[in-house]
């Protein structure tokens, strides 16, 4: 529908996205610390009463943004139905455009591999833990460090992968770590099972800090080249829908596959998935 825009470089960007961005996984490494220590001086439970008090700080936060926004030059009104209309229409509009749709694809796949990932840490997790506050703080430290790696990563490589090396590159980060730990994982199912948990936790890592930082950064630029009106339609529906679906999408295949498979076979989809998302970057790329 849009034919092949060319976009120019990106080197006149500032990385202000880059680091709004890493403000999101610095409160991945500070919440990550504090449940380890509530759970360590109190015990789980008490981690929901922490996370119940920082919660309140929320609507504390957007009166201080509304107030440095300032006083903001009067819009003309619109009926609820106007602003209904602009965001309607997704599926529609990815019908009428290869990139649009392509996009999609990539977020499906992205949320798909992204839930197989997390069962597989949460299993092993369980299988190498033995009671729920052991389990909460391993959690605790894994969501510190997949902060502290996606920040570091965000404020240093993210806006320079994007500068010097392109868009093509910043969409395979994520899908080629993926692959390869997920082939760590594999391989120690099957020569040396004695691995199996470190390597689950680099997996886990890598694809937490990866997602988001460079992945999202990366996955907002895919829609540069697109019109504005169609932009709002198009990432509407690709963050609700398309998200959600994943989602389930990758619960069904998790119960279809542990009906009729062992467990290591997860992490046999999870490559074949990896593997095709990593061949689905180059068509984007091309698009």
């Not at 403000?23 to 929901?48: K, M």
């Not at 919660?55 to 957007?62: C, D, G, N, Q, T």
């Not at 999870?270 to 998302?277: E, K, N, V």
């Amino acid at each position: 529908a849009y034919g092949r825009v060319r976009v120019g470089p990106l080197r006149r960007l500032r990385p202000k996205s880059a680091f709004i961005g890493a403000g999101g996984l610095f409160g991945a490494v500070l919440g990550g610390g504090l449940a380890f220590a509530v759970t360590q001086l109190t015990g789980t439970r008490y981690t929901l009463l922490a996370a119940a008090v920082l919660l309140l700080a929320v609507p504390i936060l957007v009166v201080l943004i509304e107030r440095a926004k300032g006083p903001m030059p009067a819009a003309p009104p619109r009926h609820r139905r106007e602003r209904y209309e602009e965001a309607r229409g997704g599926w529609r509009t990815l019908r009428g455009s290869r990139l649009l749709a392509l996009i999609a694809l990539l977020m499906l796949v992205t949320v798909m591999v992204g839930q197989l990932v997390g069962w597989q840490f949460f299993f092993w997790l369980d299988v190498n833990t033995y009671d729920l506050d052991q389990r909460t703080s391993m959690i605790s430290i894994a969501l510190s460090l997949v902060g502290v790696v996606g920040f570091l990563f965000q404020l240093i490589f993210t806006g320079r992968i994007h500068r010097a090396l392109g868009v093509g590159v910043g969409m395979r980060v994520l899908p080629a770590t993926i692959l390869a730990a997920q082939t760590a994982v594999v391989l120690a199912i099957i020569f040396s099972p004695a691995v199996i948990f470190p390597m689950v936790w680099l997996l886990f890592v890598s694809e937490g800090s990866f997602r988001h930082s460079v992945d999202q950064a990366t996955r907002e630029l895919l829609f540069m080249p697109v019109a504005k009106e169609l932009r709002v339609k198009a990432k509407a529906f690709i963050d609700v829908c398309v998200q959600r679906f994943g989602k389930g999408a990758a619960a069904i295949l998790i119960l279809v596959t542990l009906k009729i498979l062992p467990v290591g076979y997860v992490s046999v989809l999870t490559l074949i998935l990896a593997a095709g998302w990593l061949l689905l970057t180059v068509r984007t790329r091309r698009e």
